[in-house]
């Protein structure tokens, strides 16, 4: 399978199962064009009919076929049948919340029940559980989670003490992060979370008018030159320490081009802005009507950022715009994408297992509980059928080894199956990762 695309203003090809990423002047992108078949297969009598009016295209792909560069064959790969093993966990520390945003999907942290709080008793079990279903798998990750963690921190700082001495008794390896929106963000906290965290995310917005529209605080208030404030005074003493920004982008702010560079000019050298994801009808949901516009800012975002990072003074890196195709995941990884419901499950306050995060309060997909250790099987096997192999739609993407099939949660909450994409994240998906190829040949001059 070969993809085609234009990308800020340049033409490029991607060869889907050899990788094989090349920029190509018009010509070449006409011929690929015309001799690319729906199925990804070269089209032999359109490659006959045109070869002499492309001679030299023709003669090019001719030899990169034989190379098995170009037009290379799908690969003939059944995805292993997940052990059991659990390698990595989200910890729901506490379902409560400071803010009260407008577009939160977990209903200002309660997940549709109740305000909750984790106790300590059951953030060590959750650990407990974790090592247990390990396995053999030494290096272990657990993320906090809420609601807004920090509300809870008696809590994270037991669970990762308990961790420590877990790493000693079980021979593991624990990496914690911690997602906050960083309004309880201080010293002490700060200095707590740079010794213990491997990983911390922060959420801002953007811009200081789209960040207070829809990240207010539960009386009300904006919340945004706080945030700022303590998300700067934690990137002064992370230095080099792995950490990113993270925002949203909703109807509001269909320009969020500006809001990624707004906090890349605070002064944050790794971010990310990712789509909102709400019911249609909702006033802040993105449509298929916007993506044109989307579209459009991705390509902004990506001129600017390639111009940014050649001055190491201006330099950062967007989530989205990452890709390396000499060190990629292999090909087991980019079949089963984030392993939810499998390697990685979410663990509410009252100890309840869900396939991640986002399905916690769907009583449908609730998995088991901490106490008794036990695993919903049925849920279990269907989690594990998550994969490329049972996507008739993900199998003819041309980006189907980047995105694994998308988000388990989105599918099920817009089309009723985990196995069937949400079209909508799908377009962004395909249109970010066009981006992320342009940028990776030009700074590497392919």
């Known amino acids: 399978m070969v993809h085609t695309f234009t990308c800020l203003g340049q033409d490029f090809l991607l060869d889907v199962e050899s990788g094989t990423l090349c920029r190509i002047d018009s010509s070449m992108k006409k011929f690929i064009d015309t001799v690319n078949s729906p199925s990804g297969e070269i089209n032999d009598g359109e490659f006959s ?34 052990d059991g093993t659990i390698k990595s966990m989200c910890l729901n520390i506490c379902h409560n919340c400071n803010l009260a945003c407008t577009y939160c999907f977990a209903d200002e942290g309660k997940y549709s029940g109740h305000k909750a709080s984790m106790s300590i008793e059951t953030a060590c079990k959750a650990l407990d559980f974790l090592a ?15 609601g807004e963690p ?23 390896n624990f990496r914690f992060t911690i997602t906050t929106n960083a309004l309880n963000l201080n010293d002490e906290i700060s200095e707590f979370l740079n010794r213990e965290m491997y990983n911390v995310v922060i959420s801002i917005d953007g811009r200081k008018n789209v960040h207070n529209q829809v990240r207010k605080t539960q009386n009300g208030k904006d919340s945004f030159d706080v945030v700022l404030k303590n998300a700067l005074a934690f990137r002064r003493i992370r230095g080099d320490g792995q950490y990113y920004v993270r925002g949203t982008f909703t109807s509001l702010n269909k320009d969020f081009a500006a809001d990624a560079l707004a906090i890349a000019d605070y002064g944050f050298d790794k971010l990310s802005l990712e789509p909102v994801v709400l019911p249609d009808g909702h006033p802040l949901a993105l449509n298929d009507s916007d993506l044109d516009e989307l579209y459009e ?6 001129a600017e950022y390639i111009k940014r990072r050649k001055n190491p003074e201006s330099w950062f890196s967007f989530f989205h715009f990452i890709v390396d195709l000499k060190h990629s995941p292999c090909l087991s990884k980019r079949y089963s994408s984030c392993g939810a419901g499998t390697e990685y499950v979410a663990v509410t306050p009252a100890g309840d297992i869900y396939p991640c995060h986002q399905f916690v309060g769907n009583e449908a997909y609730k998995m088991g509980n901490i106490n008794d250790g036990k695993i919903d099987i049925e849920l279990y096997e269907k989690f594990t059928r998550n994969n490329l192999a049972y996507k008739p739609t993900c199998k003819q993407c041309w980006a189907k080894y980047y995105c694994s099939g998308g988000c388990a949660a989105n599918a099920v909450n817009f089309n009723g199956e985990i196995t069937v994409p949400y079209k909508t994240a799908c377009a962004l998906m395909k249109k970010r990762l066009e981006c992320a190829l342009a940028i990776y040949c030009i700074e590497n001059e392919l």
């Open 132 to 146: 247990e279903k390990s396995g053999t798998r030494r290096n272990l990750e657990v993320d906090f989670f809420g």
């Open 150 to 172: 920090l509300m809870n921190m008696d809590a994270v700082y037991a669970a990762v003490k308990h961790g420590r001495e877990l790493e000693k008794t079980h021979d593991k």
């Open 49 to 82: 009919r045109v070869r002499k009016l492309f001679p030299e295209e023709a003669e090019e792909v001719e030899a990169l076929i034989k190379s098995g560069a170009l037009f290379s064959s799908r690969a003939d790969y059944v995805p292993p049948k997940p």
């Open 297 to 302: 800012q991705y390509e902004i975002l990506a």
